[in-house]
């Protein structure tokens, strides 16, 4: 009886030992991520028009944004002045890229956000604009015109 124990135990061993493995060593091996994985934010402050939907949609108000006149007196509506996105707060529920009528903010497959102080997670335009992540293609339909 005790023998039997043993032997279906080592049976289950073996089998998982020669099995595909599911896992991945991260940090030296990186996972590919599905197109619709919901990623860090990343913006195109030239494609925002101010319009503070983004803002207004957040479930946990983690987005502030102000806006200015446009420099061109010839052009009507505003330019970004600042964008903020709290990541301390930000549940990256992707609800901001799908109100943004112009995509101008999109998720992307970055997930990396690791910091010292809950003051650090709070980032500013220019490191959402340099967010060398990729944008979802799904996010991108102006790239492949
Ligand atoms: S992903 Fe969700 S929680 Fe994060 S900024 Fe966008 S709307 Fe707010
Ligand atoms: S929804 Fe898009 S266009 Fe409107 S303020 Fe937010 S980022 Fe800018």
Do not use: S
């Not at 061993?13 to 991260?26: F, G, N, S």
């Not at 599905?34 to 990343?42: D, T, V």
Request: charged share 25%.
């Amino acid at each position: 009886m005790f023998g039997g124990g043993v032997l279906k135990g080592l049976t289950v061993t073996l089998k998982e030992m020669i099995r595909p493995k599911v896992t991945t060593r991260y940090p030296d091996e990186t996972y590919t991520f599905p197109n619709r994985f919901r990623g860090i934010q990343k913006l195109y402050p030239e494609k925002c028009i101010v319009c503070n939907q983004c803002a207004m949609v957040c479930p946990t108000q983690c987005i502030t944004i102000r806006g200015k006149p446009h420099p061109d007196p010839a052009k009507k509506g505003k330019v970004l002045e600042t964008f903020e996105i709290h990541f301390d707060t930000c549940i990256l529920c992707d609800l901001c890229t799908e109100v943004c009528p112009t995509e101008a903010i999109v998720m992307t497959n970055q997930f990396e956000l690791a910091e010292y102080t809950r003051d650090a997670l709070q980032k500013d335009m220019t490191w959402l604009t340099e967010n060398p992540a990729e944008a979802r293609e799904v996010n991108l339909p102006w790239r492949k015109t």
